[in-house]
T-cell receptor, first 112, second 114 residues
Framework: GQQLNQSPQSMFIQEGEDVSMNCTSS?????WLWYKQDPGEGPVLLIA?????ELTSNGRLTAQFGITRKDSFLNISASIPSDVGIYFC????????????FGQGTTLQVKP | DGGITQSPKYLFRKEGQNVTLSCEQN?????MYWYRQDPGQGLRLIYY???????QKGDIAEGYSVSREKKESFPLTVTSAQKNPTAFYLC?????????????FGNGTRLTVT
């Protein structure tokens, strides 16, 4: 089935550094979502993007919906140890089925 | 508290046995979803239901079955026909009142089949 290309696959950074990750697709999506998953837990929604070109912030997190509707990025500024986890992008297909296509995830580790 | 409850958290079964995973939500959401997660991979859709008594296959429905007899509940049965059932299973729900409303997830059930 369809999948999004998410990169990087993993990151190991120092506390206080900024982080950037992105997702690309050959398909057009009408919604981009970014989730964070802690070990053994379900994904938690961080940011939802609904319009091409939209730039949205949630605290230290900023995400953008690409102009072509085929890509999105997530930035985390001034990382802290609790940012550790797996970050997933997800694209929602047109229509109202709610079906999501997920990226493979970016595993973030933060060194205090 | 409103939310999505999956139970049990851990489940162990012998090969050849069917097993049913529970998912209950009290968010009054119309649509519910089952995803499978394998290590190092993104989530893949098994089944989804947008209304009571109706459901559709996702990308990897083979070896699974579901029912949607109540709005609050969407149990998933992993049958003996599923070749690689060991995985982390995630249930999600959303309101359909808004076209692009996002999915909200439960905390998952880790199924181990030996």
């Amino acid at each position: 089935g369809q999948q999004l290309n998410q990169s990087p696959q993993s990151m190991f950074i120092q506390e206080g550094e900024d982080v950037s990750m992105n997702c690309t697709s050959s398909s057009i999506f009408n919604t981009w979502l970014w989730y964070k998953q802690d070990p053994g837990e379900g994904p938690v929604l961080l940011i939802a993007l609904y319009k091409a070109g939209e730039l949205t912030s949630n605290g230290r997190l900023t995400a953008q919906f690409g102009i072509t509707r085929k890509d999105s990025f997530l930035n985390i500024s001034a990382s802290i140890p609790s940012d550790v986890g797996i970050y997933f992008c997800a694209g929602q297909l047109t229509g109202n089925t709610g079906k999501l296509i997920f990226g493979q995830g970016t595993t973030l580790q933060v060194k205090p | 508290d409103g939310g999505i409850t999956q139970s049990p958290k851990y489940l162990f079964r012998k090969e050849g046995q069917n097993v049913t995973l529970s998912c209950e939500q009290n968010l009054n959401h119309d649509a519910m979803y089952w995803y499978r997660q394998d290590p190092g991979q993104g989530l893949r859709l098994i089944y989804y239901s947008q209304i009571v008594n109706d459901f559709q296959k996702g990308d990897i429905a083979e070896g699974y079955s579901v029912s949607r007899e109540k709005k609050e509940s969407f149990p998933l049965t992993v049958t003996s026909a599923q070749k690689n059932p060991t995985a982390f299973y995630l249930c999600a729900s959303r309101t359909t009142g808004t076209a692009n409303s996002p999915l909200h997830f439960g905390n998952g059930t880790r199924l181990t089949v030996t």
